[in-house]
């Protein structure tokens, strides 16, 4: 595939790669991976690493309450934390150009906690993923929905989302490195200040 040519490069979302339904994972799984694979369509191909990637801190967890006003323990519908992000990366680089396309797959992973005021075991999440180039601007972002169930008589999982793929152009000029990826929670205001508020406090609170 050759990519056309950029003033500057740009990302763009190729979709959902075919993947297992959410499952779920063992408690304590949390550390992010990253594994790089390659297209065997030349001898020696180049393989590049995946791009840096952050969680924002203040989109990392979410506390979601049932309709109304109440914001005690007995009002929480449900509750969710990103606790980790895979990336898995396919390099597509000509040799002699060294220009190409590198697929990038975003995977979360997420930790989830039934309230007690959820009646239908369900919960829904709305994540974005986003990439930027070496300033720290937004080359692409988009949202993605992501429903679970609490089977049984569980109220708490570990899960994943399917992976999310995207493309980046690559030339001598732009390498994986010129990339990097964030991942958070879509959050209201309220649940952005709360969040927020709840960082600051834990920053100020006196070490022991």
Known sequence: MTFPSFNRPSARFRGWRRALS???????????TTYQNVVDKFKDPIVLKCPDYWVVADAANVIKYK???????IDIDFEGKITGVQLGCLSNIDRNTKSGILEIDVTLRMDASR???N???KARFDYFISVVDKNRKILFREDFPLGINFPGNKTRILFRSNPVTLE???SPKWSSSYYGIFAGLKLTREELQFNRDKIQN???RPSR
């Open 67 to 73: 309709d109304g006003p109440g914001r005690d323990l």
């Open 202 to 204: 834990s920053r100020a």
């Open 22 to 32: 959410l499952s779920v994972l063992a408690l304590g799984l949390t550390a992010c």
């Open 168 to 170: 980046v152009p690559i």
């Open 119 to 121: 009646r239908n075991r």
């Open 115 to 117: 309230g007690p005021a």
